[in-house]
């Protein structure tokens, strides 16, 4: 069986439910608490075992590229003032020279068409994929579970989760075979299936283990919904001819590419933060005592009018 030794992170979205913020910055260097997106699914991935990380970019995405590269003035400067948690820190978060690649999608023609130009990079080997704007809480990585279960099983393995059955219709949906240590057997992919036609309420949430004949698969993929070439129709292919397997991840789930989902995910990491989690949440405490009764003073005035 052969190790899973590289991720690819496809970064090369526009961020436009984050305009105008998302004029000037990536929305994966969007900060949650005091880290960008991208760092936490980087952090995920590493934890995992992954030796070589592969950002599939495009255009004004150089600042992800010089993110993971040596800022000689700042470590400098920070030396010469003693600064030496700082510089632990940066030591830590710096990718060792030559494991870090990054390739253009020069159109945005779909997440399909974004692993596909991984390809060469990637090569003839299994290998992870993160989406970045899914960022994962939990004591152990969704990614390390998923290598684990890889391990045992081989073949193709998605995260998935569950949503209200009334919902199925908002995602891709995989059948829930034989259960395989951690995970199960996917008996079937459907993408967006009607509830009463899913096959259950278990949805793929942002995280591969694929094999290389993928890429195969996407070079000569269509294009469907969107109009652009989606990496499920590249996938039920796939299945045609290798298993697939299912870790169901039960820790919690931010989707940064919302307002929502960012909102949430600032709060849920500050809280996890030894440092800061009484301050931030006597700050929110005394916050909602405050807008609430605002809220029912204008709704108050709303209903008098």
């Avoid at 003693?82 to 632990?88: C, D, F, N, Q, V």
């Avoid at 990585?141 to 099983?153: D, P, S, W």
């Amino acid at each position: 069986m052969r190790k899973v030794r590289k991720a690819v992170f496809p970064v090369a979205g526009l961020g436009t439910r984050f305009l105008p913020a998302t004029k000037a910055i990536p929305k994966e260097m969007l900060t949650v608490v005091d880290r960008p997106v991208i760092q936490y699914v980087v952090d995920e991935a590493r934890q995992a075992g992954i030796e070589h990380l592969i950002f599939v970019t495009g255009r004004n995405k150089g600042v992800i590229e010089d993110y993971f590269d040596i800022q000689v003035e700042l470590v400098n400067t920070l030396s010469d003032r003693g600064k030496t948690a700082e510089l632990s820190l940066l030591d830590d978060l710096q990718p060792t020279a030559g494991t870090a690649s990054f390739t253009r999608q020069q159109a945005p023609l779909g997440l399909g068409h974004a692993v596909w130009c991984a390809r060469d990079l990637v090569g003839p080997e299994p290998f992870a994929l993160l989406l970045p704007d899914m960022i994962m809480q939990d004591s152990e990585g969704c990614l390390k579970k998923m290598v684990e279960l890889y391990e045992r099983t081989g073949g193709n393995v998605i995260s998935v989760e569950q949503c209200d059955p009334a919902e199925t219709h908002k995602y891709g949906i995989v059948g829930k075979g034989a259960e395989v240590g951690s995970g199960f057997r996917v008996d079937g992919m459907v993408e967006k299936p009607k509830a009463e036609e899913a096959p259950s309420n278990f949805f793929i949430s942002g995280r591969y283990i694929l094999q290389p004949e993928i890429f195969d698969i996407l070079s000569t993929q269509e294009k469907g919904a969107g109009n652009e070439i989606q990496l499920t129709d590249g996938m039920l292919k796939l299945a045609k001819s290798q298993d697939f397997y299912a870790y169901p991840f039960t820790g919690r789930t931010f989707d940064c590419g919302s307002k929502e989902g960012f909102i949430q995910a600032n709060v849920a990491f500050a809280l996890w933060r030894h440092d800061i989690r009484h301050k931030v949440f006597d700050d929110l405490d005394e916050l909602m005592r405050t807008v609430e009764p605002q809220e029912r003073r204008t709704s108050s005035r709303t209903a008098a009018e």
